[in-house]
């Protein structure tokens, strides 16, 4: 048996060919697995579970309740999708985990989540996650606006977020090594896989004197980035979009 692990597809009927590749996977491929996890930001931005409709999500969310039925399914939230709460679970049959959730991964002690906790050195995304992501209260009143007031503050937020990296260094976006040692020694693991950054690679750490490793997912905008592991090991695949 094996187990697939995504993140950072971003839909949007703005992209139809990457719903039609996650449709794609999730018929052709994922009903073979014992197990798939979403780590974050699956759609471009989620403003409550009872706008999905009207953002055209009803295919996508049918789509992810068929293979929950079949395969057992979790769903990490990333910043664009923070805002699912248990209809989002009914709709599609996935369980939402915390972010830096620890599984057991064919035996390995592994830490998953979305990725956006370890980039400390971007202040503004650290603020925003403090103000708003983690912020039961805002979320609340946000959850209380009508949906086209969310739709519209949405928009705006993408705006600020694509003005804020037109503004500083691709480094500064990415993760710190000193908050990724943390997480390591936080949860006790040697093993980490997380997106956010869309940096698809391998990097490997000394930790406690022994070998670690974190496995950085990339994004769906050009190619589709699945992670797959069994037994013998992790291979990350990428298909053209």
């Known amino acids: 048996m094996h187990t697939y692990i995504i993140s950072d597809l971003h839909l949007t009927p703005e992209r139809p060919q990457v719903i039609t590749a996650f449709f794609d996977f999730l018929a052709n491929q994922a009903p073979s697995a014992e197990r798939l996890y979403v780590l974050g930001d699956l759609f471009e931005f989620w403003i409550g579970d009872d706008a999905g409709s009207m953002l055209g999500a009803d295919p996508v969310l049918n789509a992810m309740k068929a293979i929950s039925e079949v395969t057992e399914c979790a769903f990490i939230a990333g910043n664009r999708d923070f805002l699912v709460r ?19 991964l064919y035996g390995t002690k592994t830490l998953l989540l979305h990725g956006d906790s370890l980039c400390t050195d971007d202040i503004v995304h650290q603020q925003f996650r403090a103000q708003m992501m983690t912020n039961t209260q805002f979320c609340d009143d946000f959850l209380q606006l009508s949906i086209a007031d969310r739709i519209e503050q949405a928009k705006q937020a993408r705006l600020q977020s694509n003005e804020h990296k037109s503004e500083i260094s691709m480094g500064i976006m990415d993760v710190t090594e000193a ?60 298909q053209a979009i």
Do not use: C, P
């Open 179 to 238: 908050a990724v040692l943390d997480a390591f020694a936080k949860h006790s693991v040697t093993q980490m896989i997380h997106g956010h950054t869309h940096r698809q690679n391998t990097h490997h750490y000394q930790v406690n004197g022994g070998d670690a490793v974190r496995y950085v997912l990339g994004d769906w905008h050009s190619s589709n980035s699945i992670m797959r592991i069994d037994q013998s090991g992790i291979e990350i695949t990428n």
């Open 86 to 104: 248990e209809t989002f679970t009914q709709r599609t049959g996935f369980k939402i985990i915390e972010d830096e959730t620890v599984i057991d």
